[in-house]
């Protein structure tokens, strides 16, 4: 069981500086994902935990001990990366094997691992194949396998699932849910899928350029984004921001949350022209023109069109200042927003 602590952490390469100032706690036996954009540094935060990669200053503690310099073998944790870098010319067993006669441990606790740990991940029927005789998924349970077998305090998974087929990875999401709830080990999951982070984690970290914009529950980081930043990265199509609608501050609305048919004692009504429509099953994505800017709308409803009228519920609308943080909406705001004029 265990509880990471990153205190003041900076990193640079060189001169770049690519964490200015990390502080993040997290708790014991939770499942933590890391997401943001290409190049925020998620896989440098993982690799500092795991000890691959040192930080420039601050610190790392696992369960209070500080372990920014303790050697990755020697702090408990176990790493899954997306290419799994298995060694092809050993079969399942072996691969799964290896680092246990590495750290000397005796042959029947070996045996009794692998047989429990492929039990867990369904690989029994496998340890005699080779890694090219296996499916994209099930090379993916054998690096699983091998971290498991090696009864890491905490696990952190860089991409794990972005070699696999959207199917697969599905699939696999699901059975790591799971593999979680049964282990009760700490996860910490880096995506940049912003999908993904919400369907697995109970705890999603939100980075922008080296600095954490939100920390939240999946459910609290959609319906509470702290800023423009959070409410345009989580959910698709992105919250939709006007800027022109009141000076100096910026309104949002969810494309989902968005009417196309009068709604009662709407919060915003503004009159719009379809420009596209893309059907996507049941539902529709319209992109609009209105004459405060264009907006993306999600809906079921199946409009003629060109001309219509987008209305938003009170209670569904978000205030941003100029800066993009988020601030109350106020009951002077909704009296602005009902006094403007619909424009046609
Ligand atoms: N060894 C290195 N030397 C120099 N710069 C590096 C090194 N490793 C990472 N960086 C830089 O640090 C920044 C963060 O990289 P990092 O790999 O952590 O991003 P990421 O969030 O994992 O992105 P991705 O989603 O593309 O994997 C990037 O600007 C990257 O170019
Ligand atoms: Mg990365």
Do not use: W
């Amino acid at each position: 069981m265990s509880t990471i602590i990153l205190k003041d952490i900076k990193k640079a390469f060189d001169k770049e500086v690519v964490i200015p100032n990390l502080n993040l706690t997290i708790d014991d036996g939770s499942f933590t994902v890391l997401v943001g954009p290409s190049g925020c540094g998620k896989s440098t935060t993982l690799r500092m935990i795991s000890g691959l990669e040192k930080p420039s200053s601050g610190d790392i503690f696992i369960d209070d001990e500080n372990v920014v310099n303790i050697d990755p073998g020697k702090r408990g944790i176990a790493m899954v990366f997306q290419n799994y870098a298995l060694y092809p010319v050993m079969n399942v067993r072996d691969n799964i094997e290896f680092g246990l006669k590495n750290k000397k441990v005796p042959r029947d606790e070996r045996e009794k691992l692998i047989k429990e740990v492929c039990e867990i991940v369904g690989l029994t029927p496998y340890l005699d194949r080779k890694p090219n005789a296996l499916s994209g998924g099930q090379r993916q349970r054998v690096a699983l396998a091998r971290a498991m077998v090696k009864k890491p305090k905490v696990f952190l998974m860089d991409e794990p699932l972005s070699n696999l087929d959207a199917k697969l990875r599905a699939q696999m999401r699901i059975e790591l849910i799971e593999l979680h709830k049964r282990l009760g080990t700490t996860f910490i999951y880096v995506t940049h899928d912003q999908v993904e982070a919400m369907s697995m984690g109970d705890n999603i970290v939100l980075m922008d350029n080296g600095i954490i914009r939100q920390r939240s529950s999946p459910k609290e980081i959609y319906h509470n984004p702290q800023n423009v930043y959070t409410a345009q990265f989580i959910g698709t199509p992105p919250m939709n921001i006007l800027s022109a609608l009141i000076p100096g501050i910026q309104i949002g609305f969810r494309p989902e949350k968005t009417a196309l048919t009068h709604i009662e004692n709407p919060g915003l009504s503004i009159k719009g022209k379809v420009l596209t429509k893309e059907q996507l099953g049941a539902e529709m994505n319209y992109s609009i023109e209105t004459s405060y800017g264009k907006v993306m709308v999600k809906t079921e409803e199946d409009i003629a069109g060109p001309e219509c009228t987008l209305e938003v519920r009170k209670e569904q609308l978000f205030a941003f200042d100029d800066q993009g943080q988020r601030i109350e909406m106020t009951s002077e705001i909704l009296s602005k927003l009902a006094a403007l004029p619909q424009k046609g």
